[in-house]
């Protein structure tokens, strides 16, 4: 599932054709990919991606999308496809998590996955790549401010002779490195 995501993203559409989104021929392998992995039968992703269904009256019919729709589809697939990956992980993590202690998945304590942002973990009924990724954002913001505000306030407070070496803050760059580096992230 992650090689569909990873594939989808490198489809890419004409974009003279702003008004019938056509898929490059250089874009091919990838659509092969998709629906190999997929275990979609040939030729109907381009159908997915550049076509929308209409009812006319009784009948429904194929309206082209146009370049930026066809961009949105795919897009729009990516990330439905990663999001319900994660969502599975999170659920076979915390189902295995309460076998392990031998405890019911139901129970009214469980162990869960929370996530992280700038107070701590934040624990949902349920947890979103979506979430996950406006923390992460946060965390970055975060660590931004951190610098800027502390770092460089305590630099100046050095260079000026002032004692500053009472003032501590949290840096919030081990938590960002989980989640960039390619080992681990």
């Given at each position: 599932?992650?090689?569909?995501?990873?594939?989808?993203?490198?489809?890419?559409?004409?974009?003279?054709?702003?008004?019938?989104?056509?898929?490059?021929?250089?874009?091919?392998?990838?659509?092969?990919n998709v629906e190999?992995?997929?275990?979609?039968?040939?030729?109907?992703?381009?159908?997915?991606?550049?076509?929308?269904k209409m009812k006319v009256g009784?009948?429904?019919?194929?309206?082209?999308?146009?370049?930026?729709?066809?961009?949105d589809t795919r897009d729009a697939l990516a990330k439905g496809i990663f999001s319900r990956l994660f969502d599975k992980l999170v659920e076979q993590i915390n189902t295995s998590?309460?076998?392990?202690?031998?405890?019911?998945?139901?129970?009214?304590?469980?162990?869960?996955?929370g996530i992280v942002d700038i107070f701590g973990f934040e624990i949902f009924e349920k947890n979103s790549m979506e979430q996950l990724c406006i923390n992460f954002a946060n965390e970055k913001l975060q660590a931004l401010f951190t610098k800027t505000v502390f770092a460089e306030t305590m630099r100046a407070y050095s260079e000026e002779g002032i004692d500053a070496a009472d003032?501590?803050?949290?840096?919030?760059?081990?938590?960002?490195?989980?989640?960039?580096?390619?080992?681990t992230g």
């Amino acid at each position: 599932l992650v090689a569909a995501c990873l594939h989808t993203g490198n489809i890419n559409f004409d974009p003279a054709k702003t008004d019938t989104a056509t898929i490059t021929a250089d874009s091919a392998k990838w659509v092969e990919n998709v629906e190999a992995v997929l275990g979609l039968p040939g030729g109907v992703l381009p159908k997915v991606l550049t076509k929308m269904k209409m009812k006319v009256g009784t009948e429904m019919m194929d309206k082209d999308l146009t370049f930026a729709k066809a961009v949105d589809t795919r897009d729009a697939l990516a990330k439905g496809i990663f999001s319900r990956l994660f969502d599975k992980l999170v659920e076979q993590i915390n189902t295995s998590m309460a076998e392990a202690k031998g405890c019911d998945r139901n129970a009214t304590i469980k162990n869960v996955i929370g996530i992280v942002d700038i107070f701590g973990f934040e624990i949902f009924e349920k947890n979103s790549m979506e979430q996950l990724c406006i923390n992460f954002a946060n965390e970055k913001l975060q660590a931004l401010f951190t610098k800027t505000v502390f770092a460089e306030t305590m630099r100046a407070y050095s260079e000026e002779g002032i004692d500053a070496a009472d003032i501590s803050y949290t840096d919030n760059g081990a938590l960002i490195q989980t989640l960039e580096a390619p080992n681990t992230g």
